[in-house]
């Protein structure tokens, strides 16, 4: 079975997007080792074998796997790679990824520098445009960096029940960067985002992005991706939340059906935001509140009917 395309899709999410190259299995990322501003770092998606020209024999390997723990990606990304190269004998043993933290160059945008700052203002410029508040900032305690890995990006972290930093998601405010979304590697399965916030007696919204959520504002949970956190799931049939509404993207219909059967095999009643092609970041909040009063409750009949459209 050839599972090129799914060890790429793995690198990318890690890498971020890959160039190919002349031999179709070699791709070309920017090396996240030493940030070389041209992309230098080739992965031979059929054999694992890596090799930046810059920076080797540092950034040197025969499988990603090694690339991945170097880098300290969280360890359910690495299982997945190793499972792709079954002849990597690279143990996991006492493997812990660093504790998630804020970035040494984070400043709050809360923050008004004094003086001329570019990287403020473009940051407030691109928040302005994408309808975040002043208010919303300080709710989200949303910063920038101008340096470092993070540099001219927007930090949004995400704090758990007791208010310590769990993730954060740092978007690029660049018109066109390489890549848009970067974040701390770690393991998202004990994530709950903006878990803070959330109130687990009334209705819940799961999302996928953190702009999502925020665009929304009433009680959204994002994912940070398509999959529900393990911990998330857990809490869902722990709390006292009796309706769950599921906002993800179209190309997530079919973990959304998924998800729809699980909860309400667990008693809870299910709601499916149709959102009509479009981010609910950016949709705006008056277009996604129209479409959550819109909104109908599944039945096992209805999702029947949705899988096999999917189908």
């Known amino acids: 079975m050839d599972n090129s395309k799914y060890v790429l899709g793995l690198l990318e999410s890690v890498l971020g997007k890959a160039k190919p190259d002349k031999n179709k299995m070699d791709h070309i990322f920017h090396c996240p080792i030493c ?9 031979n998606i059929s054999t ?14 025969k499988t990603p796997v090694t690339l991945f723990k170097k880098l300290e ?11 792709y190269f079954k002849g990597d004998r690279t143990s996991l043993e006492n493997y812990n990824p660093t504790k998630v933290t804020l970035p040494e160059e984070f400043v709050p945008l809360s923050n008004i520098p004094k003086g001329i700052n570019i990287e403020y203002r473009h940051a407030m410029v691109y928040l302005k445009q994408r309808g975040i508040t002043t208010e919303d900032i300080k709710k989200y305690n949303m910063g920038y960096c101008s340096s470092g890995r993070f540099r001219n990006r927007i930090i949004v972290p995400s704090y758990d029940k007791n208010g310590q930093l769990n993730y954060f998601i740092a978007r690029s405010f660049e018109k066109e960067p390489f890549l848009k979304y970067d974040a701390p590697s770690c393991s998202k399965t004990e994530i709950i985002g903006f878990e803070y916030l959330i109130n687990w007696k009334i209705p819940v919204i799961l999302c996928e992005g953190s702009f999502d959520a925020i665009a929304i504002k009433r009680n959204a949970i994002p994912l940070f991706g398509k999959t529900i956190p393990k911990a998330l799931m857990m809490k869902l049939v722990e709390s006292d939340v009796k309706t769950v509404y599921i906002a993800l993207d179209n190309d997530a219909l079919k973990e959304s059906m998924t998800y729809a059967e699980s909860l309400i095999n667990m008693g809870k009643e299910v709601y499916l935001i149709e959102l009509e092609g479009k981010d609910p970041a950016d949709m705006g909040f008056e277009t996604i509140t129209k479409l959550l009063h819109r909104a109908k409750q599944l039945t096992f009949t209805d999702l029947l009917i949705k899988k096999m459209q999917l189908a």
């Open 35 to 43: 940030k070389h501003k041209k992309p230098k770092l080739v992965v």
């Open 48 to 61: 694992g074998q890596y090799n930046c020209w810059t920076c080797h024999p540092a950034t040197k390997g």
């Open 73 to 83: 990606v969280s360890a359910d990304k690495i299982l997945e790679m190793k499972q």
